[in-house]
């Protein structure tokens, strides 16, 4: 794995949390929750500082681990959280691929600041952790994320029928994924630029 997660875009900056993150990840939990409630809804522990304080550091060793990268969309003041994008779930073996996830405060949707985020996060996804598969899954009624993964490349594969369990419904998604044509078997140098 590499030493860190810190990704910057022309109008975001892509990483890992560090503990002096708490109260700013707990805030944009606490200011988005009717936002996100349709989709992922926030949970009260979610919504305390304490939490973060907790969780942060099994977020980081989950990275080192190679099991997850837990990412937050920070504004350029490297501050304020607008955002999480997260590749978890990641497997090796024959497999090499993870779940993509992500959610955008609703005073920062329509800017395409999620797009570049995500750009910035599959391509480290790809070059860095060298996975050859990212899956995204969403609801149908969600139009707004099927049209960003589409916009990413990602091809829809089928619906899982009652696949989350949200808001006490089993909730169906579609299912896409995005494949790495630059994918190395490991411990083969990368020859694609020959």
Known sequence: MPAECVLHTRRLIVRLPRLEDAPAIAAFHRSDEAHMREFGPTTAAEKATEFWEGWIPQIRDDFYAGVSCKTFLYEPDDRTVFGAATLSSILRGRFHACFLGY??????????????????????????????????????????SGRLLQRLGFVVEGTARQYLWINGVWEDHVMTSLTNPAWRAPGLPNLSGL
């Open 103 to 144: 959610n955008i405060a609703a005073t920062h949707e329509g800017r395409g600041l999620m797009r570049e985020g995500l750009q910035a996060l599959i391509a480290f996804a790809f070059e860095e952790l060298n996975l050859h598969r990212i899956m995204a899954n969403y609801m149908p009624r969600n139009e707004r």
